[in-house]
């Protein structure tokens, strides 16, 4: 008992320094001066429209084609949490990015908001390489991409079967099938899955008579003596100015929660199987130390084939590497990009 106590006041100490210091080092909102900013939007596949920012580079040459990087937004997040972020670090450092919002989120298209569906998640990356990949300043065969949280699995998904994606790089990723489930560390039992998923099933008579929409998961809106480490290290991101974000038209007490009967769409979400085949293009897993997601990145990179890599971030947890501008490796996504989407 004296051991789990230590170990439970190690954790919360640790949570503590790292709230502490993000309060200085976190820029979820950074602007660059470097870096023209436009709003866009194209369609999908299935002829909805995705919502994007598309950061230029201020130095870019009349005539001349750049390699081009899409970022996707953590799950369950909008463009304008930490996507946007890494978009314009991204941008200064000479690429042309495109931070995108996932079908249902934010201004793209979708009904109803926030439900899940991964393989038009997926789809939306093939869409942001669309309106990439024919635009005359872009040299579409130097397309990359970076996937944050959920969107590593999405991007990874994607680049299965778009090889126009050349270049894949996750950062604190979830594979949001096994989490769903298995849960963190394979702690849902497959009874609990089940009850999960017959809860969700009961619940599509609730909406399709016309009924109150559930929503789950997602953040929580207020602390407690009982809120888990996890769980005070996404509020400290998506419930205070660190991070909050509420699209327009938006209701705040359903940001980052998806709907409960759509959920279970993760349940038959496998995005590592055949990961291999996406060699020989390159993938980079980037994670932090102490994430408690890291467990994804590291079964992602065992599983990939050549060239592949896995970045640990020393320090790090999962949020830290969301906004936290001096643990982020701008300088290591540089330098993998720059190597792999070569002109």
Not at 82 to 101: H, Q
Not at 139 to 155: L, Y
Request: proline share 5%.
């Amino acid at each position: 008992m004296k051991r789990i106590l230590l170990l439970t006041l190690t954790l919360m100490m640790m949570l503590s320094t790292s709230i502490s210091f993000a309060q200085t080092d976190a820029d979820n909102f950074y602007k660059s001066n470097s870096a023209k900013i436009e709003k866009v939007s194209f369609p999908n596949q299935y002829k909805m429209q995705v919502a994007g920012n598309l950061f230029l580079p201020k130095d870019m040459k009349e005539g001349e084609t750049y390699p081009a990087i899409i970022v996707g937004h953590p799950m369950g997040a909008v463009k304008e949490q930490s996507a946007n972020l890494y978009a314009t670090k991204m941008a200064e450092r000479g690429f042309v990015t495109l931070s995108i919002d996932l079908s249902f989120w934010g201004g793209s298209d979708g009904e109803p908001r926030n439900a899940v569906l991964p393989e038009l998640y997926a789809e939306s990356f093939s869409a942001a390489v669309d309106f990439l990949g024919t635009r005359p300043f872009i040299n579409r065969e130097h397309i990359g991409v970076i996937g944050i949280c959920g969107s590593g699995s999405f991007a990874i998904s994607a680049a299965k079967i778009d090889p126009r994606l050349k270049a894949v790089a996750t950062v604190s990723m979830y594979n949001m099938g096994a989490a769903n489930r298995n849960g963190l560390n394979h702690a849902l039992t497959l009874e609990q899955r089940k009850q999960i998923i017959a809860e969700a099933a009961e619940q599509r008579y609730v909406e399709f008579l016309g009924g109150e929409t559930k929503y789950t998961s997602g953040t929580v809106h207020e602390l407690t003596e009982q809120s888990t480490l996890i769980e005070r290290e996404f509020y400290e991101f998506y419930r205070t100015s660190r991070g909050e974000f509420t699209p327009e038209g938006t209701d705040p007490l359903t940001t980052t929660h998806p709907t409960f009967s759509s959920n279970v769409k993760f349940m038959n979400f496998y995005p590592f199987a055949d990961i291999e085949t996406i060699s020989p293009r390159p993938m980079l897993f980037i994670t932090g130390e102490n994430a408690h997601s890291r467990e994804f990145s590291e079964d992602a990179y065992k599983r990939a084939a050549e060239p592949k890599e896995l970045y640990i971030v020393p320090g790090a947890g999962h949020v830290d590497l969301y906004d936290r501008v001096s643990l982020i490796p701008f300088d290591k996504l540089e330098a993998f990009f720059k190597e792999y989407l070569k002109q």
